[in-house]
């Protein structure tokens, strides 16, 4: 496809359950970042790859969340032990390489934790 | 923490309007960027304007940064109901990779 895929559109699930979201980056594109939008506010960082390394993953919240990129292309968002607190929006974007230079977003996974 | 603060958080204007967003940041930047959302879609880039740029215009949008000032604007002018959006700046974090975004503008466009 021509732009960035992420799966599920929408995830709900209970409380203390593991979640995996999926992003697929516009092809060929090294640089994969993974931001959390809750409502009413703009996305917040949560971590970047450059090729099949995480290059920054400050804005993940605690250990229960963790980003893969085994191949440097389609890349998971992997949450632990899920709480209420972890529903939001979450998008990925890609870019051709690093540095300054626009990102393209996927519409995101909204994540309902019930 | 967020960056960025934009204002207004809310804005309606009728078509043919023009429509003025401004952003305010904290630290030093390399550049700053605009994107634009519809609702339950993705962010969508509309302008970079890098830090020893003071204005840059694209189509209808023209931007303007004031680095003394850690401030940006974005205009659009003869807006239409399909610019109907939220509108966030968003900077490089003392020239890192990541994109710090502000909360946004809605902007909502009368027909």
């Known amino acids: 496809g021509a732009g960035v895929s992420q799966t599920p559109s929408n995830k709900v699930t209970e409380k203390g359950k593991y979640v995996e979201l999926r992003c697929d980056p516009i092809s060929g594109h090294t640089a994969l970042y993974w931001y959390r939008q809750s409502l009413g506010q703009g996305p917040e960082f949560l971590i970047y790859?450059?090729?099949?390394?995480?290059?920054?993953d400050s804005g993940l919240p605690n250990d229960r969340f963790f980003a893969v990129r085994p191949e440097g292309s389609v890349s998971t968002l992997k949450i632990q032990r899920t709480e209420r607190g972890d529903s939001a929006v979450y998008l990925c974007?890609?870019?051709?390489?690093?540095?300054?230079?626009?990102?393209?977003f996927g519409d995101g996974t909204r994540l309902s934790i019930l | 923490s967020q960056q960025g603060e934009e204002d207004p958080q809310a804005l309606s204007i009728q078509e043919g309007e023009n429509a003025t967003m401004n952003c305010s940041y904290k630290t030093s930047i390399n550049n700053l960027q605009w994107y634009r959302q519809n609702s339950g879609r993705g962010l969508v880039h509309l302008i970079l304007?890098?830090?020893?740029?003071r204005e840059k215009h694209s189509g209808r949008l023209r931007v303007t940064l004031d680095t003394s000032k850690k401030s940006s604007s974005l205009l659009i002018t003869a807006s239409r109901a399909a610019d109907t959006a939220s509108y966030f700046c968003?900077?490089?974090?003392?020239?890192?990779?990541?994109?710090?975004f502000g909360k946004g503008t809605k902007l909502t466009v009368n027909p």
């Open positions: 968003a900077t490089d974090w003392g020239g890192s990779e990541k994109l710090v």
């Open positions: 304007i890098r830090s020893n740029e």
């Open positions: 974007a890609s870019s051709p390489t690093t540095g300054t230079q626009p990102q393209h």
């Open positions: 790859f450059q090729g099949t390394g995480a290059a920054d």
